[in-house]
């Protein structure tokens, strides 16, 4: 008998694997249908020995110190401040948008203080900004728009950013400096063995017994277990009972080429031209040193793996209505960015796992089933 049946082996389960086999002593099944841990941010080495991540790059950024020392227990950390580049009119150019970027583009030489009238000027009025479109115009103006972020969304969501809610842009980050990372969170680090490695540390524990290419379905009426926490798709959970909850996919080409490097930083992005959205270049990311090097093409598809809920306002009313059924179901517990049908970063879904963690803790007395 185990106490917990725990559905998905990514970062939502393996965390609530190792709190609940190492704090309260009780005993876990870790299942997961793919033939590894570590959910997307599984990373594996390729043929020539390269370190590569299956489901695209993976970049680990927090401003959350209890998150970072979580992890810490299970990996080493090697610093990584991540930078991309974006190609817009045959140049390499920093994004997010910086003083840099504006100059470049523009045989300018704006100072800082220049760079925010130079926005100001181009920035549209929009009284109500409803769309992603919006979003952007109201902030950088319109050929920005159309050279970084219009062609970038049509191909990332297959839609226009004017039928896009605001939500999915919520945020321009442009600088008036030169900063050129990506991320400006207090931690940025990358597992110093890789993600798997960090997985195999956390779910080792003697309590939890790991059980890949298992499907819930299979085992769920066969193995005896008290509760769930179930990380895979919620809609599924419940049989589709509602209808099928939107996701956009991505189709990963991984290659490895018999030259060093290919690229100046981890990522670039194609905004303008190409059918995919970006390339990463993992020797950035991981520091290895080898005399070939491994990149990833990612080319966005409506069809695939669940990746990114599509941020429309008649998704999250039928997510509801599978929350509701979630909520009215014993015993199990839905966590994680498919349970909760919402794109959420690493950290914030360490974060969930943890909180979900007290609140077992709190309804839940050890020792209760016995
Ligand atoms: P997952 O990692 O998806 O794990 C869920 C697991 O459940 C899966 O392995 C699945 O196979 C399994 N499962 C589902 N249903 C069943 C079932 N019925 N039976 C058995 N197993 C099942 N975050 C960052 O912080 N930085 C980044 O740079 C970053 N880059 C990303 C790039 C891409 C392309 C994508 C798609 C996401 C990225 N993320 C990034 C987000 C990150 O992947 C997620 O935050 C994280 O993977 C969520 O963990 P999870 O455990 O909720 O889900």
């Known amino acids: ?80 401040e991540h930078r991309v580049l974006a190609d817009v009119d045959d140049m390499l150019v ?51 728009y159309e050279k970084f972020f219009r062609g970038y969304t049509r191909k990332q969501w297959g839609l226009d950013p004017s039928e896009l809610d605001k939500s999915v842009t919520s945020r321009v980050p442009t600088r008036t400096n030169r900063d050129d990372r990506y991320f400006t969170d207090e931690f940025q680090f990358m597992p110093k063995n890789g993600y798997t490695r960090m997985f195999e540390k956390m779910v080792g524990h003697p309590n939890i017994h790991v059980m890949t290419q298992t499907e819930y379905d299979d085992v769920k009426n066969v193995v005896p277990h008290r509760r769930v926490i179930y990380c895979g798709p919620i809609d599924e959970y419940f049989n589709f009972q509602f209808g099928k909850l939107p996701y956009r996919s991505l189709r990963f080409e991984h290659v490895t080429l018999d030259k060093a490097w290919h690229q100046p930083v981890g990522v670039v992005n194609y905004p303008q031209t190409r059918d995919y959205t970006r390339v990463t270049e993992y020797k950035h990311l991981t520091g290895q040193e080898h005399t070939k090097t491994a990149l990833t093409y990612e080319y966005p598809s409506a069809e695939g793996d669940p990746y990114y809920p599509i941020p429309k306002a008649e998704n999250q009313e039928l997510f509801k209505k599978y929350e509701r059924l979630a909520q009215a179901t014993p015993d199990v517990w839905f966590v994680g960015r498919l349970a909760t049908y919402r794109y959420y970063n690493m950290d914030q879904i360490v974060g969930q796992a943890l909180a979900t963690f007290r609140r077992i803790n709190e309804s839940l007395p050890v020792g209760a089933d016995t």
């Open 1 to 80: 008998m185990y106490d917990w049946l725990i559905v998905g082996a990514g970062f939502a389960g393996s965390v609530l694997a190792e709190r609940l086999a190492t704090e309260r002593n009780e005993r876990v099944l870790l299942i997961d249908r793919r033939p590894h841990i570590g959910g997307n941010a599984y990373d594996r080495y390729d043929d020539d020995g390269l370190l590569i991540h299956q489901y695209g790059p993976h970049i680990f950024h927090t401003n959350s110190k209890q998150i970072f020392d979580y992890l810490s227990r299970f990996t080493e950390w090697r610093f990584y």
């Open 94 to 144: 920093p994004i997010p948008i910086n003083l840099d970027t504006v100059n470049k583009l523009y045989g300018l030489n704006l100072t800082s203080e220049q760079l925010q009238d130079w926005f100001a000027e181009r920035a549209e009025k929009i009284g109500e900004i409803r769309t992603s479109e919006d979003v952007v115009v109201s902030v950088v103006g319109r050929e920005l």
